[in-house]
C-alpha cells in the first residue's frame, strides 16, 4: 500500500529548496516521476533504498540533469555506531544463550 506513495503529484507539492529522504522501504517514491521532478523543481533527496536493489542500468535516476540533488547510498542507513554495535551485542547475547 505505500508503493508510489511519494509519486508525481506530491513532489510538485514540495517548497522549493525542500529535502526528501526515504530511508525506509523501496518503492515509496516513484523513482519515475522523481526523475523528472528533480530536474524542474529544486528539491534535495536523498534515498538508501530503491524499488529493485542493485540498480539496474539503465535506470532514470542515472540520468537526471541535476545530480548534485540527488544522493542514493547502497542501502546503508543502518550502519551508523550505534547501530553497529547494537547489532554486535544482539549477536554475541544470541551465541551466549545457546
Not at 509519486?7 to 525506509?24: F, I, P, R, T, Y
Not at 540533488?69 to 543502518?78: D, S
Not at 550502519?79 to 551466549?96: G, H, K, M, Q
Amino acid at each position: 500500500s505505500t508503493e508510489n506513495l511519494i509519486s508525481h503529484s506530491e513532489l510538485l507539492q514540495m517548497k522549493d529548496g525542500a529535502v526528501l529522504l526515504n530511508l525506509g522501504r523501496g518503492g515509496i517514491v516513484d523513482e519515475d516521476a522523481l526523475s523528472v521532478i528533480i530536474d524542474v523543481k529544486p528539491i534535495y533527496v536523498g534515498l538508501d533504498v530503491l524499488m529493485s536493489e542493485p540498480m539496474k542500468t539503465p535506470h532514470p535516476l542515472l540520468a537526471v540533469k541535476h545530480p548534485e540533488r540527488l544522493y542514493i547510498t547502497p542501502h546503508i542507513a543502518w550502519t551508523s555506531r550505534e547501530a553497529r554495535e547494537r547489532l554486535i551485542a544482539a549477536t554475541i547475547d544470541n551465541i551466549c544463550s545457546i
